[in-house]
């Protein structure tokens, strides 16, 4: 709890009172998921990502955080669910791969271009999801997919475990790339490909959710 302290104390620094009286009151009511965020995230297959990325520990208490009508306590609970996913169903090395570099999900080549989907987590924890699905040609970027591994019962699911997508956008001005993705994948949509793309579909505990506001052009899973 002392890298807790240590936060609140720049914030009182800043001079920020009120914030700092608010995220002590919500860590006190969420302790025992605080708790468990900060063991989790102490293994060693976190430690160079966490060390990198210290408010990683806090970051539940971020208004807005993962979805609006998120409270503290569901927050909470996502990211706590969502480390204990990684670190339970994989393992140690594959996880330090996903967190600091990026793990290899997809690749074809056809008609003389390269067609990727990387997995890792993002360099920015100011964004939304804790890990992302990029949709690269030929070394660039056109797609990127942020999601989470969260709880079925924060989004009303029977299921154990939830994928949470919290955005699917395109890059910007890579219009040509998506055309030229279309053409390969015979008209599907470069944005349906990093979905499709899970290598945990195939799990009977694991359903995607996707509320339809945040998707772009309506699209639905």
């Avoid at 966490?50 to 990683?56: K, M």
């Avoid at 208004?63 to 669910?81: G, K």
């Avoid at 290899?104 to 360099?123: K, M, Q, V, Y």
Wanted: glycine residues 4%; positive net charge.
């Amino acid at each position: 709890m002392l890298r807790l302290a240590l936060h609140l104390q720049r914030q009182l620094a800043q001079k920020q009172p009120a914030a700092l009286l608010r995220k002590l009151w919500f860590v006190a009511a969420n302790t025992p998921r605080q708790v468990g965020i900060l063991r989790v995230l102490a293994q060693p297959a976190f430690a160079e990502y966490t060390l990198c990325f210290p408010c990683l520990r806090y970051r539940y208490l971020r208004e807005n955080d993962l979805a609006r009508s998120f409270t503290v306590a569901q927050r909470a609970a996502c990211h706590l669910h969502h480390y204990r996913f990684l670190s339970t169903r994989f393992s140690e090395d594959s996880v330090r791969q996903i967190m600091n570099r990026h793990v290899s999900l997809f690749e074809l080549c056809e008609a003389g271009n390269r067609f990727a989907i990387d997995l890792a987590a993002p360099r920015n924890v100011a964004g939304e999801g804790e890990l992302r699905l990029h949709f690269r040609i030929d070394g660039i970027n056109i797609f990127d997919l942020a999601f989470s591994f969260i709880p079925g019962w924060v989004v009303d699911s029977a299921a154990q475990n939830v994928i949470l997508i919290s955005a699917l956008q395109g890059v910007k001005g890579r219009h040509d790339s998506i055309r030229l993705a279309e053409k390969a994948f015979h008209g599907i949509w470069p944005a349906a490909l990093p979905v499709t793309s899970f290598p945990f579909s195939p799990c009977s505990m694991l359903s995607v959710h996707a509320p339809c506001h945040r998707l772009p052009g309506g699209y639905r899973l």
